[in-house]
């Protein structure tokens, strides 16, 4: 069984910094690129940024590039997201995800407040 669980969110202010963990199981983790998007509220969900199988290669979208990192342990199954400079614009849901053969997979979320 698929399964991916975020932490790390929580209330910061502008320019202020978080790390989301997101801890994967019930599939070879370390053989599959990962992502995670966001969804604030009244908008659809958009994609943040991806990191390959080996750690190797991450994309980002614009607005987040320079400010938020992405990385990943698969030690540990798990993949990071450092960010830093948030933004009351960053205010959203924060979701890990893993397309595989048989789908995509989502976690339960996690929320990111930017505040001040």
């Known amino acids: 069984q698929v399964q991916l669980v975020e932490s790390g969110g929580g209330l910061v202010q502008p320019g202020g910094s978080l790390r989301l963990s997101c801890a994967a199981s019930g599939f070879t983790f370390s053989t599959y690129a990962m992502s995670w998007y966001r969804q604030a509220p009244g908008k659809e969900r958009e994609f943040v940024a991806t990191?390959?199988?080996?750690?190797?290669?991450?994309t980002y979208t614009d607005s987040v590039k320079g400010r938020f990192t992405l990385s990943r342990d698969n030690a540990k199954n798990t993949v990071y997201l450092q960010m830093n400079n948030l933004k009351f614009e960053d205010t959203a849901v924060y979701y890990c995800?893993?397309?595989?053969?048989?789908?995509?997979?989502w976690g339960q979320g996690t929320q990111v407040t930017v505040s001040s």
């Open positions: 995800n893993v397309a595989l053969a048989a789908g995509r997979y």
């Open positions: 990191i390959s199988w080996g750690g190797s290669y991450t």
